[in-house]
């Protein structure tokens, strides 16, 4: 099914606030066909305070990405991008993992990979120096919870690519500086894995070396992250991993079929029965095969805006273009993420479910989830579809804390030789 959406009241507020109208825009996409995107008051109201109270961990976000694009003061509120303190606050986030992305072109020159890797953990460490009243690293499930009642936001670090892991003292370095999971690789094979958008399959699932490197993040307490990875290379971790894993950004495939970056129904099954988690990602083309196109169009025309109007994409004026075409042009409702939650819940039940935005890693996102402020709007839905507190606390951040429990203790008995 396909849903056009025209524009909502709340995206006409925008315009006016930014001093842009969407005639102005020869890109804003206006379809007559009207989405309704109301959400009860008093359940909106219910949900601020659920996502207020509990533990709101979210498995990826692309913030030190975005600042190496253009960088802005994320301790205050920002006129780009997907996070800042501000809005995270009002979103009731806690625990956003800090996405540490090596692109895969970083894997042919040796060293290289780490070298960004630790500037990268740099920059995020920077954000705690600029503003400690606000944001502390978190690098255990009893730092997540103790910030929390601290008024912190803490902020975890995830590796999106194993790149610069060459040899497994690696993984001790990057133990030691704080990641606490690894996206073993990401758009291309690498020595660890195979990944799902490369057709290559080098390794038909995990390298010899792959499978030492589950071994020792075992025995670190590194969770393996599944997302990106080939379903032959899920299916090798899951039988080698001693602990639990998760897919810190990943959706199902049964709404996008064919498409390997999202999780098949199989892989779902799999996982849960070894207590992982699949942490849904927000981004369009995710939630929907209907929505790929679309969501590509969407970053074609704001490209080729930007070239023929000279708009350098890493300016202030570059980057703050794409944001309004973004906010103009939702792909998606919050609805398509709740159905995606409904779907993995009726597999396997409400224990491997969570989220995982990838903000600041996509172009194309659904109406009602913008940014870091509204996951509310999505808790309301899941309310209305008759979920109870309880399992609101799960999706929120219960289940993706009880894989990373899980994590610590394996590594703890590994470690004590048990
Ligand atoms: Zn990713």
């Given at each position: 099914?396909?849903?056009?959406?025209?524009?909502?009241?709340?995206?006409?507020?925008?315009?006016?606030?930014?001093?842009?109208?969407?005639?102005?825009?020869?890109?804003?996409?206006?379809?007559?066909?009207?989405?309704?995107?109301?959400?009860?008051?008093?359940?909106?109201?219910?949900?601020?305070?659920?996502?207020?109270?509990?533990?709101?961990?979210?498995?990826?976000?692309?913030?030190?990405?975005?600042?190496?694009?253009?960088?802005?003061?994320?301790?205050?509120?920002?006129?780009?991008?997907?996070?800042?303190?501000?809005?995270?606050?009002?979103?009731?986030?806690?625990?956003?993992?800090?996405?540490?992305?090596?692109?895969?072109?970083?894997?042919?020159?040796?060293?290289?990979?780490?070298?960004?890797?630790?500037?990268?953990?740099?920059?995020?460490?920077?954000?705690?120096?600029?503003?400690?009243?606000?944001?502390?690293?978190?690098?255990?499930?009893?730092?997540?919870?103790?910030?929390?009642?601290?008024?912190?936001?803490?902020?975890?670090?995830?590796?999106?690519?194993?790149?610069?892991?060459?040899?497994?003292?690696?993984?001790?370095?990057?133990?030691?500086?704080?990641?606490?999971?690894?996206?073993?690789?990401?758009?291309?094979?690498?020595?660890?894995?195979?990944?799902?958008?490369?057709?290559?399959?080098?390794?038909?699932?995990?390298?010899?070396?792959?499978?030492?490197?589950?071994?020792?993040?075992?025995?670190?307490?590194?969770?393996?992250?599944?997302?990106?990875?080939?379903?032959?290379?899920?299916?090798?971790?899951?039988?080698?991993?001693?602990?639990?894993?998760?897919?810190?950004?990943?959706?199902?495939?049964?709404?996008?079929?064919?498409?390997?970056?999202?999780?098949?129904?199989?892989?779902?099954?799999?996982?849960?029965?070894?207590?992982?988690?699949?942490?849904?990602?927000?981004?369009?083309?995710?939630?929907?095969?209907?929505?790929?196109?679309?969501?590509?169009?969407?970053?074609?025309?704001?490209?080729?805006?930007?070239?023929?109007?000279?708009?350098?994409?890493?300016?202030?004026?570059?980057?703050?273009?794409?944001?309004?075409?973004?906010?103009?042009?939702?792909?998606?409702?919050?609805?398509?993420?709740?159905?995606?939650?409904?779907?993995?819940?009726?597999?396997?039940?409400?224990?491997?479910?969570?989220?995982?935005?990838?903000?600041?890693?996509?172009?194309?996102?659904?109406?009602?989830?913008?940014?870091?402020?509204?996951?509310?709007?999505?808790?309301?839905?899941?309310?209305?579809?008759?979920?109870?507190?309880?399992?609101?606390?799960?999706?929120?951040?219960?289940?993706?804390?009880?894989v990373w429990s899980g994590v610590e203790r394996v590594a703890q008995e590994l470690q004590q030789g048990m």
């Open positions: 099914m396909r849903r056009r959406l025209a524009l909502p009241a709340f995206i006409l507020l925008f315009a006016a606030m930014t001093g842009c109208t969407p005639t102005d825009s020869p890109d804003a996409d206006v379809d007559s066909t009207e989405a309704d995107l109301t959400i009860d008051p008093a359940l909106l109201e219910r949900a601020q305070d659920l996502t207020q109270r509990f533990i709101l961990v979210d498995g990826h976000i692309d913030v030190p990405y975005r600042m190496t694009e253009y960088e802005e003061d994320i301790t205050q509120a920002t006129e780009g991008g997907d996070f800042d303190y501000p809005r995270a606050k009002a979103g009731g986030l806690n625990a956003p993992f800090m996405s540490i992305f090596i692109p895969a072109d970083r894997q042919e020159i040796e060293g290289s990979a780490k070298i960004l890797a630790d500037s990268l953990i740099d920059m995020v460490e920077g954000f705690v120096e600029r503003a400690p009243e606000k944001y502390a690293i978190a690098t255990s499930v009893d730092d997540v919870r103790r910030q929390k009642e601290e008024g912190l936001i803490s902020l975890p670090m995830g590796m999106e690519n194993g790149a610069p892991i060459e040899t497994l003292d690696d993984l001790r370095h990057f133990y030691d500086r704080g990641i606490r999971y690894i996206t073993l690789t990401h758009g291309r094979d690498n020595r660890i894995c195979d990944s799902s958008y490369d057709d290559t399959r080098t390794w038909k699932g995990l390298s010899p070396f792959g499978e030492q490197v589950v071994d020792e993040m075992n025995r670190l307490g590194i969770i393996v992250d599944i997302s990106h990875l080939s379903d032959s290379t899920i299916f090798q971790v899951l039988r080698r991993s001693k602990a639990p894993v998760f897919a810190s950004h990943s959706s199902a495939r049964h709404f996008t079929p064919g498409w390997e970056r999202n999780m098949s129904d199989e892989l779902i099954k799999a996982m849960a029965e070894r207590d992982g988690v699949i942490m849904i990602n927000f981004g369009s083309s995710f939630l929907g095969g209907e929505y790929q196109q679309e969501g590509r169009a969407l970053s074609q025309r704001i490209d080729q805006y930007q070239t023929e109007h000279n708009l350098d994409p890493r300016s202030a004026e570059g980057a703050l273009y794409r944001e309004r075409q973004r906010k103009l042009n939702p792909v998606g409702t919050f609805r398509d993420v709740a159905d995606h939650i409904d779907h993995v819940v009726a597999l396997v039940g409400v224990d491997h479910v969570g989220l995982g935005s990838d903000y600041d890693g996509v172009t194309a996102l659904p109406a009602g989830l913008e940014d870091v402020s509204t996951y509310p709007n999505l808790v309301a839905e899941l309310l209305k579809r008759g979920y109870s507190d309880e399992d609101i606390g799960k999706i929120l951040g219960g289940n993706a804390l009880r």
